[in-house]
């Protein structure tokens, strides 16, 4: 047979078949072979997606920082290094007394006569505070025989204040024999004031 005929024999036996086929419940397939190795993609309605990448993230790394060492300056100290000079301070100044004023101690010797008792003993007083030591034989006189007791212990204690080493024995004599107790007690503490004031041999 020749090769026409039989092609156009084979063409009809394949439109042939598939009817048969129908009739007697006969499936023929036909396959189509793809070669190579095939791999499978998930997909969601029809539409592909590549899965995510999965990151995994390193732990961390934790450095501790080297400890710090503080080291202190050393100063040299001299070999010949000497304690500083003591400071002395400056010794106090001693405070004298002014000069009293004639004309002052002049007043005052006048009113140490005066009838008021209280002028004649603040009179006595300030002759002594002024130190005016021309006027103690007024004041041993006043220690004497003025007749108010306050007036005789301020007239002692002014002579103490003058410190004049003649006014001794006016002060012993009222120590030992005045009348009155403030006037002994204060003629013997002025006594001893001027005996510790004299120069010792």
Do not use: C
Request: charged share 15%.
């Amino acid at each position: 047979m020749p090769a026409t005929k039989k092609m156009v024999v084979a063409a009809l036996v394949l439109f042939a078949l598939p009817l048969t086929a129908a009739r007697a419940g006969i499936g023929i397939g036909i396959g189509i072979g793809i070669p190579g190795p095939y791999y499978y993609r998930p997909h969601y309605y029809g539409y592909w997606y590549r899965p995510y990448p999965v990151v995994v993230a390193a732990p961390p790394v934790v450095v501790a920082p080297p400890p710090l060492e503080v080291v202190q300056p050393v100063y040299p100290v001299p070999a010949t290094a000497t304690a500083p000079a003591p400071v002395t301070a400056a010794p106090p100044a001693i405070a004298t007394a002014p000069a009293p004023r004639p004309v002052e101690a002049d007043g005052y010797l006048r009113q140490l006569s005066d009838a008021n008792e209280q002028v004649r003993a603040d009179a006595a007083l300030q002759l002594g505070r002024m130190k005016a030591v021309r006027a103690a034989p007024n004041l041993e006189s006043t220690l004497a025989s003025d007749r108010s007791a306050t007036v005789r212990e301020t007239a002692a204690r002014a002579l103490g204040l003058i410190g004049a080493p003649s006014s001794l024995s006016a002060l012993q004599r009222a120590a030992q024999a005045d009348d009155d107790r403030d006037v002994r007690h204060s003629a013997q503490f002025a006594a001893e004031i001027i005996r510790s004031n004299l120069p010792r041999n």
